[in-house]
Nanobody
Framework: RVTLVESGGGLVQAGGSLNLSCTSS????????MAWFRQAPGEEREAVSC???????NYADSVQGRFTISRDSAKNTLSLEMNSLEVDDTAMYFC??????????????????WGQGTQVTVSS
């Protein structure tokens, strides 16, 4: 069984920054198709950013230029650096992974493994 564990969420004022992390004891992240998603109350889950097995990155238009996804294979960690946070960024953020995927393109929704999420709350 694969477990993804997110951390780094919290309460921050608008304009502030947070850095989310995702780790796993069972899955090696190198050359893995991975992504960050978020879901606000009453809203559908949306892809925030994704990184292909070749480390190509894509971002939702709403976070382009403010968020940065990265993978540290040595630490087996997927990160999401979030700057200039806005109230609309408030949501539960989830890490997702799909080992064995060679997909290259815009972020998709059908990942095999999902974390439990970490809450990000941005106050005005």
């Amino acid at each position: 069984r694969v477990t993804l564990v997110e951390s780094g969420g919290g309460l921050v004022q608008a304009g502030g920054s947070l850095n989310l992390s995702c780790t796993s004891s069972e899955l090696m992240f190198q050359y893995i198709d991975m992504a960050w998603f978020r879901q606000a109350p009453g809203e559908e889950r949306e892809a925030v950013s994704c990184i292909s097995f070749l480390s190509e990155t894509n971002y939702a238009d709403s976070v382009q230029g403010r968020f940065t996804i990265s993978r540290d294979s040595a630490k087996n960690t997927l990160s999401l650096e979030m700057n200039s946070l806005e109230v609309d960024d408030t949501a539960m953020y989830f890490c997702a992974a799909d080992p064995g995927s060679f997909y290259r393109g815009p972020c998709r929704n059908d990942y095999k493994y999902w974390g439990q999420g970490t809450q990000v709350t941005v106050s005005s």
